[in-house]
């Protein structure tokens, strides 16, 4: 069975991708190249994007449980982001200082506000880490891409196994109810993990799929690897780039889904 990884390695992750981020926007010939992945946007805006973010976070987690964010948003956190390329990368950074410091500080289980409410997971800074890994790893796809450096795999392993549960988890589950015919969607990864949407009245739940599930076939399914399963969620690559099978519209309307 999957076993999430405990905070440490998730700040290590954070850190990883967003060296990797750093190293990308250090490398680019231009700031202003395009961002495939984020139309309209330029590298220096994918910067300040990130960086924001970050900054964000670590101000959200070390307010600590709250009905509401702190004031402010991601935009007006990048808003101190400087135009000179070493300066920027400098205050990259720093922004992901404050934010590995502040999830450090609070430990995996501290609450605090969250943007996803109703889905299986908790309001708490360990599920802003996992999230913030992705951020970090996704971005620096986009920022290798712009920068001409993107090398396989666009995603570490280990950051796009975890991604794919934490984007069922976080983006994919909800008590509201699905509005379609009840169907399953299995998830498989090529490196051995799966895990199982069901769709119903009561809404999508996820789990992960054990050897007593085995024969138990769902409405559909997809499979490729975690990297690929990822970037096809955040809608970076093609969904049918992935292996499809099964009734194929589930996958369509889940996408779909405006919950």
């Known amino acids: 069975m ?15 991708r967003s060296s990797a981020f750093r190293a990308a926007v250090q490398s680019a010939p231009d700031l202003e ?17 990130l960086g924001g973010v970050q900054r964000r976070w670590a101000a959200i987690v070390a307010a600590g449980p709250a009905d509401e964010p702190p004031a402010g948003t991601w935009q007006t956190a990048a808003e101190s982001a400087p ?3 070493e300066a920027l990368l400098d205050w990259l950074a720093e922004s992901t200082r404050q934010l590995v410091d502040a999830l450090r500080e609070a430990g995996p289980d501290r609450g605090c506000w969250t943007w996803w409410g109703d889905t ?16 970090a790893a996704v971005h620096t796809y986009d920022a290798q891409l712009a920068a001409g450096v993107a090398e396989p795999p666009a995603l570490p392993t280990e950051a796009a196994i975890d991604g794919v ?6 983006c994919g589950t909800t008590e ?25 009245a009561d809404g999508s739940k996820v789990r ?48 779909a889904w405006d919950f």
């Not at 999957?2 to 990883?16: A, M, S």
């Not at 190249?33 to 994007?49: D, F, I, Q, S």
Request: proline share 6%; aromatic share 6%; net charge negative.
């Open 208 to 255: 992960q799929l054990s050897d007593a599930d085995a024969g138990s076939e769902a409405t559909a399914f997809i499979r490729g690897t975690a990297s690929d399963v990822v970037l096809a969620c955040y809608d970076r690559i093609p969904m049918d780039q992935l292996e499809l099978g099964g009734d194929v519209s589930v996958v369509e309307r889940l996408r």
């Open 83 to 85: 135009e000179e390329r």
């Open 2 to 16: 999957y076993t999430t990884p405990e905070l440490p390695e998730l700040l290590k992750l954070i850190d990883d």
């Open 165 to 170: 549960e934490e984007f069922n988890t976080t």
């Open 33 to 49: 190249a395009e961002v495939a992945g984020c139309p309209g946007w330029t590298l220096m805006v994918l910067a300040r994007h």
């Open 120 to 135: 299986q997971s908790p309001e708490t800074s360990g599920a802003v880490a996992r999230h913030q890994v992705q951020e």
């Open 176 to 200: 509201t109810p699905w509005p379609h015919e009840p169907a399953t969607l299995d998830v498989h990864v090529t490196e051995g993990h799966s895990w199982r949407l069901t769709l119903s």
